[in-house]
């Protein structure tokens, strides 16, 4: 799946900043709290706990498509905690979608299903 290789992206990347001697979990953090959603989306990604779920909504309040689909996907399937609703699935896979046309589409066409 695209979420898993997004995940290891992710972590190999950190192996490679470790390797330089760079605190890749300290530069993340800094910059998913000085609001850069993209940083607010990876922590979502490695964060394990109540705060993930934190993450992945400030990302896709900041208008962050892919969190936004991200979250539309939790909403849509019950996942993480997330109570399951249909409706909020749909706005945010319309919020990732009006960004990105065609890209979310199908999850769009099938979130009231």
């Known amino acids: 799946m695209l ?3 997004r995940h ?3 972590l190999h990347r950190g192996k490679e900043m470790r390797s330089l001697g760079i605190d890749p979990d300290v530069q993340i953090l800094d910059r998913a709290k000085a609001e850069n959603a993209a940083a607010q989306l990876q922590l979502y990604w490695v964060t394990k706990g109540s705060k993930r779920l934190t993450w992945l909504c400030r990302a ?3 208008g962050y498509p892919f969190a936004q689909a991200e979250l539309g996907r939790l909403y849509r ?3 993480q905690g997330v109570e399951r609703n249909p409706v909020k ?3 945010w896979y319309w919020r990732a979608n009006k960004q990105h046309p ?3 589409r199908w999850e769009l066409n099938e979130a009231l299903r």
């Open 3 to 5: 979420e898993n290789y």
């Open 8 to 10: 290891s992206s992710i």
């Open 60 to 62: 896709a309040e900041k």
């Open 77 to 79: 399937w019950g996942l």
């Open 89 to 91: 699935a749909y706005q």
């Open 102 to 104: 065609d890209k979310w």
